[in-house]
């Protein structure tokens, strides 16, 4: 009986790090289409890529924990939306190589969200 638990558990936590494996490559795929997209949005190398989506990922797990709002741009309405340009915005302050400005972070909040709505898959945490 023991050993069924034992490897119930190992096949969660198994599945638990490859939804994170995963919602960190849809995450990196939307912010690369993103970034193609957005006049003002630059990322320079595939290294920037993946670290601006841990990165992102980190700040939007951190922000459901602390505040129950969710960073995406139609999650929870305008607010969803305006945290979602802020996140992408402080994330070049954490991520050489990624840059964006003010109105590139808006235009990109939009875009993000437009992309992640018809990508497969829940990405939220």
Do not use: H, K, R
């Given at each position: 009986m023991s050993e069924d638990v034992n490897s119930k558990s190992k096949e969660g936590s198994k599945s638990t790090v490859w939804q994170i494996l995963g919602r960190l490559a849809t995450a990196a795929i939307v912010l690369a289409i993103t970034a193609f997209f957005t006049p003002?949005?630059?990322?320079?190398?595939?290294?920037?890529?993946?670290?601006?989506?841990v990165v992102l990922t980190l700040i939007d797990y951190l922000i459901v924990k602390f505040t129950g709002l969710h960073a995406t741009p139609f999650g929870k309405g305008f607010v969803g939306f305006i945290?979602?340009?802020?996140?992408?915005?402080?994330?070049?302050?954490?991520?050489?190589?990624?840059?964006v400005s003010w109105m590139?972070?808006?235009?990109?909040?939009?875009?993000?969200?437009?992309?992640?709505?018809?990508?497969?898959?829940?990405?939220?945490?």
């Open positions: 003002g949005f630059q990322i320079n190398s595939f290294w920037a890529l993946a670290l601006a989506a945290l979602s340009a802020v996140v992408l915005y402080v994330t070049q302050y954490f991520v050489a190589g990624y840059a590139a972070a808006i235009i990109g909040a939009l875009v993000y969200g437009v992309v992640d709505y018809f990508l497969p898959g829940n990405q939220t945490m």
